[in-house]
């Protein structure tokens, strides 16, 4: 088995100085999936990256390269679509389902030169935090193969964090890259809502998902975010702002921030001891670098799961209206269409997708509508004005990502609610629009913790600034599974 793959400047490095090419970077990728068998890349496209890398290292022989990604191997979540490509959603429904195009996001990958390797494994049309609600079998995380890496992108954190890929993308609809980001040991970008273009993302929630890089730094998710961002016709959402340097922002400090720390995310109740003291230390690390800290409230904290799956769940039920056995994907065996499409869905979707359209479409039935789906979007209005409010006290908010590290594979599978916790920290910010970034910030009991940061819309520069500066200023980027702590 192979070594794993350093971050992407580090591999640049290598690739400058001609250690190493793309075309080996790929083989490693490849190679180091199948020793592993995490079960988190579903399919490969080997011959294809390998055609692709040897013409990355044709570009750097030439002195020609695309970008700082050009012929860096990177792997995609299994709801972004990629021409000639299976585009599953992890589910029994699209078995055999070939993209006839490239998502934005793609196109622009390849663009810049980067190499997809293969396609990461999912909860089922994104819908669950641990990716053991996949009809391809579980992810499984490479801290403790016997524990879950988190979901639903937890295939492409867990693809990161064992260093068979340096960067893959994932979606983040209530903390979908950040919660696997967190139990993994890696770096989750969740860009503000209509910063990446969602045209080839298999809709879950329309007003909540945005796809986001999952890497080893934030100062490569910065890069990744530089190639991803920007506005795109074809997604009615996506903002027309003009695209900053991300990677420009990297000041190495935190001088003349102000870090909001929410007297309701800091909580001892429901959060395990030992990640509520690694966020804390991660903070005093902030103060070292610069910033200043305050107490703030978000006074609607209490209301957001409970208005996240009301909001989500309502629009998942449209969304997925659209499998049906008729266009494209499984087809039942009926003469009566009535029965077709009953059978269709009844044998395509999985346990967790089922409950959430009977949940969504009871939401939005006639005498029902007013007293959730309504109410939930008043509350996600009061919501977004409690960031709106504390952003005008300080210029990031500081949380724990996730309440707890790495749950073990089957333990809340009967257990739903319990379940839906583990997003309590990450749903707020989805539900506001706003960017959120994971990054590891300790250890404890041997299993990583995360470091959730919350800007503005659109303040990703200083979100990234903060992370790259408290990352300098410590080592947990740099751990790697099977280390001793």
């Not at 490693?28 to 990256?49: C, E, K, N, Y």
């Not at 020609?64 to 000639?84: Q, T, W």
């Not at 867990?158 to 139990?183: E, H, K, N, Y």
């Not at 909001?311 to 087809?331: H, I, P, Q, T, W």
Request: proline share 7%.
């Amino acid at each position: 088995m192979s070594e794993p793959l350093g971050n992407v400047s580090e591999l640049r490095a290598a690739l400058d100085a001609g250690s190493v090419s793309s075309l080996e970077l790929v083989e490693s990728a490849l190679a180091r999936a199948r020793g592993l068998d995490l079960g988190a890349l579903v399919a490969t496209r080997a011959d294809a990256a390998r055609e692709e890398a040897s013409l990355a290292d044709a570009r750097r022989a030439s002195g020609d390269l695309r970008s700082p990604l050009d012929g860096i191997p990177v792997a995609l979540k299994d709801n972004i679509a990629a021409a000639g490509e299976p585009c599953g959603c992890a589910s029994r429904i699209l078995e055999g389902y070939t993209s006839p195009y490239d998502s934005t996001a793609v196109a622009r990958l390849r663009e810049a030169g980067a190499v997809v390797v293969g396609r990461s494994n999912m909860d089922e049309f994104a819908m669950g935090s641990s990716t053991e609600n996949s009809a391809l079998g579980p992810a499984r995380n490479p801290w403790d193969p016997e524990r879950a890496p988190g979901g639903s992108s937890g295939g492409s954190a867990a693809l990161v964090a064992a260093g068979i890929v340096p960067l893959a993308l994932g979606s983040d609809t209530g903390g979908s890259i950040r919660q696997p980001a967190a139990l993994c040991g890696v770096v989750g970008l969740k860009p503000t809502y209509g910063r990446v273009s969602r045209y080839g993302l298999v809709a879950f929630a329309s007003s909540l998902d945005q796809i986001g890089p999952l890497a080893r730094t934030s100062a490569d998710a910065a890069l990744v975010l530089g190639i991803l961002a920007g506005h795109d016709p074809r997604d009615s959402t996506s903002l027309p702002d003009p695209v900053p340097d991300y990677a420009a922002a990297l000041a190495g400090d935190c001088t003349g921030l102000t870090v909001g720390l929410p007297r309701e995310y800091f909580v001892e109740e429901g959060v395990d001891p030992g990640v509520l003291g690694a966020v804390r230390d991660a903070v005093l690390e902030l103060e070292k670098a610069g910033a200043r800290t305050r107490e703030i409230s978000l006074p609607h904290t209490r209301h957001a799961v409970s208005t996240y799956y009301l909001v989500a769940n309502a629009e998942a039920s449209s969304n997925l209206s659209r499998f049906d056995g008729v266009r494209y994907g499984r087809r039942a065996e009926s003469d009566d269409v009535g029965a077709l499409f009953r059978r269709t869905r009844s044998e395509g979707f999985g346990p967790e997708v089922k409950r959430r359209i009977l949940l969504g479409t009871y939401v939005l039935s006639a005498g029902y509508y007013d007293a959730y789906y309504r109410k939930a979007q008043q509350v996600r209005t009061l919501i977004r004005r409690d960031f709106e409010t504390a952003f005008e006290q300080c210029d990031l908010i500081a949380t724990p990502t996730t309440p707890d590290t790495a749950f073990r594979l089957g333990e809340r599978s009967g257990d739903p609610l319990r379940m839906y916790l583990s997003d309590v920290y990450t749903v707020s910010a989805s539900l506001a629009g706003i960017p959120g970034l994971s990054t590891p910030c300790g250890l404890p009991g041997g299993l990583p913790a995360g470091l959730q940061l919350l800007a503005p819309a659109l303040g990703e520069p200083v979100l990234l600034r903060a992370a790259d500066a408290f990352e300098r200023r410590t080592d947990w980027t740099q751990r790697r599974p099977g280390e001793t702590p």
